[in-house]
């Protein structure tokens, strides 16, 4: 007989697994997250950067991402510029404490995009004002604006090029949607950025 945490462990394992499957059926995530692959390879291919931020778990993401592609992701080659701008403690405290917390990403957009590099907001609520006015910057900057959220984009929808919305309205399962999407984005820039010959 299962424990009650094996029944708790199985349910969620079955929930996640049933988001991924509607994003799977959706052809409007499937289009946006094949519209995002295209941004980051144009952006990245004409030597812009990309830059990402969100709050909490969503910060997390932004890390791993910029990670991916500043780093590597399958395979060695060079690496993609690529900034998350949840990382500097100096900077988001004289931020928050100077301007609010509001202006934590907005600022940091300000002073580095440039036209034609990615901004990346990543809010499962798609209202978290920090994020929202990052979008906003990004697209007062030229910088092409793109957000990862929930089923419903709320406050970011009318801010992004480019929308990525899980089909979910629970916050870790939308990211671990956000986060396989954005796993098979880098696989696919890197492979259209750096095509290794045979494969
Ligand atoms: O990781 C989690 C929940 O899984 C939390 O830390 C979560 O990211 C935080 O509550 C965030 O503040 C939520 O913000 P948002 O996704 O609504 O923009
Ligand atoms: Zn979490």
Request: with cysteine.
């Amino acid at each position: 007989m299962k424990t009650t945490d094996q029944n708790a462990i199985a349910d969620y394992l079955d929930q996640s697994r049933a988001v991924l499957e509607a994003a799977l059926a959706a052809p409007a995530f499937l289009a946006a997250a094949s519209a995002m692959t295209e941004a980051w390879v144009t952006c990245l291919g004409n030597g812009g950067k990309v830059l990402l931020f969100g709050n909490g778990g969503s910060a997390g993401d932004a890390q791993h991402i910029a990670g991916e592609l500043l780093s590597r992701f399958r395979y060695d080659r060079a690496p993609l510029p690529a900034l998350a701008l949840t990382v500097d403690s100096s900077v988001l405290t004289a931020i928050a404490n100077d301007y609010g917390y509001e202006q934590v990403f907005s600022r940091q957009v300000a002073g580095l995009a440039k036209p034609g590099d990615v901004a990346v907001g990543i809010s499962t609520s798609g209202r978290s004002p920090n994020v929202v006015e990052g979008l906003k910057m990004a697209r007062a900057c030229g910088a092409v604006a793109v957000g990862f959220t929930g089923e419903d984009p709320r406050d970011m929808g009318p801010l992004c090029d480019i929308v990525l919305a899980a089909p979910s309205a629970s916050t870790p399962l939308i990211q671990q949607v956000h986060l396989a999407t954005a796993h098979i984005i880098c696989e696919r820039v890197e492979a259209r950025l750096f095509p290794r010959a045979g494969r």
